[in-house]
Nanobody, 122 residues
Framework: QVQLVESGGGLVQPGGSLRLSCLAS????????MTWHRQVPGNQRESVAT???????YYADSVKGRFTISRDEIKNTVYLQMNSLKPADTAVYYC????????????????WGQGTQVTVSA
């Protein structure tokens, strides 16, 4: 069974940094489209950053220039480096894997991790 395990969340002051990790098992992250999403209670889950199997990266406008998505093929892990954090970045962050055809067709299929809480507060 595919497992995605997020870690690295926590409490950080505004302007601070965190690095989230998504360790995958039973899939090879470089062969999938990997996306970080976030969700605030009462709001829809939103896509934050994506890295495709081809290595292309995409970001939500709200995080461009501050967040960086990357992957380590040896560790089979996807990262989200978050800098210059703002209170508006407070959310539960989820890792998701999809095959490219599902991603490009915006289908529901894919695997999700359990999420990790990020809180940005003074």
């Amino acid at each position: 069974q595919v497992q995605l395990v997020e870690s690295g969340g926590g409490l950080v002051q505004p302007g601070g940094s965190l690095r989230l990790s998504c360790l995958a098992s039973r899939i090879i992250v470089s062969r999938y489209v990997m996306t970080w999403h976030r969700q605030v209670p009462g709001n829809q889950r939103e896509s934050v950053a994506t890295i495709t199997n081809h290595g292309f990266t995409y970001y939500a406008d709200s995080v461009k220039g501050r967040f960086t998505i990357s992957r380590d093929e040896i560790k089979n892990t996807v990262y989200l480096q978050m800098n210059s954090l703002k209170p508006a970045d407070t959310a539960v962050y989820y890792c998701r894997s999809q095959v490219y055809s599902d991603y490009i067709q915006d289908r529901e299929e894919g695997y999700w991790g359990q999420g990790t809480q990020v809180t940005v507060s003074a």
